[in-house]
């Protein structure tokens, strides 16, 4: 039918609306069960998705990064640390003044930190 979206299609915007409205940042399992969240998942679903569809990927980070939550903003800037570093390092510039909060997980340790703070830290050489 005309004007219906492709699967893919679909299942992207899913994800990409998923990482828009996080509220965590975990990249791995969390807790001490080791639980995937439906965030990380749709966050490898968006990683998976640039090797067939680069542009559209590309176009949807930069709409979360202009309009997601602070924990979206960080897992679109760092998904494009692997597309395109040099936006990476423009958009973690960008957002290294940024006073709001977000949880984060790693492993069975939850925090609480500034987007600018996690900015800077991805910034600062390693």
């Known amino acids: 039918?005309?004007?219906?979206r492709k699967a893919w299609e679909r299942e992207l915007d899913a994800a990409v609306d998923e990482l828009a409205a996080?509220?965590?940042l975990a990249f791995g399992g969390t807790g001490f069960a080791g639980?995937?969240?439906p965030?990380?998942?749709?966050y490898h679903r968006v990683q998976a998705a640039h090797d067939e569809h680069p542009e559209e990927v590309r176009r949807q980070l930069d709409r979360v990064l202009a309009h997601g939550t602070p924990a979206?903003?960080?897992y679109a800037a760092t998904l494009l640390e692997r597309i395109d570093p040099a936006a990476?390092?423009?958009?973690w510039a960008s957002l290294r003044d940024d006073p709001s909060e977000f949880t984060t997980f790693v492993g069975c340790?939850?925090?609480?930190?500034t987007l600018g703070d996690y900015a800077s830290r991805r910034l600062a050489p390693s």
Do not use: N, P, Q, S
């Open 35 to 37: 639980t995937v969240l």
């Open 109 to 113: 340790v939850m925090d609480r930190e």
């Open 22 to 24: 996080a509220d965590t």
């Open 72 to 74: 979206g903003r960080a």
């Open 1 to 4: 039918m005309f004007g219906m």
């Open 39 to 42: 965030v990380t998942e749709a």
């Open 88 to 91: 990476a390092r423009a958009a």
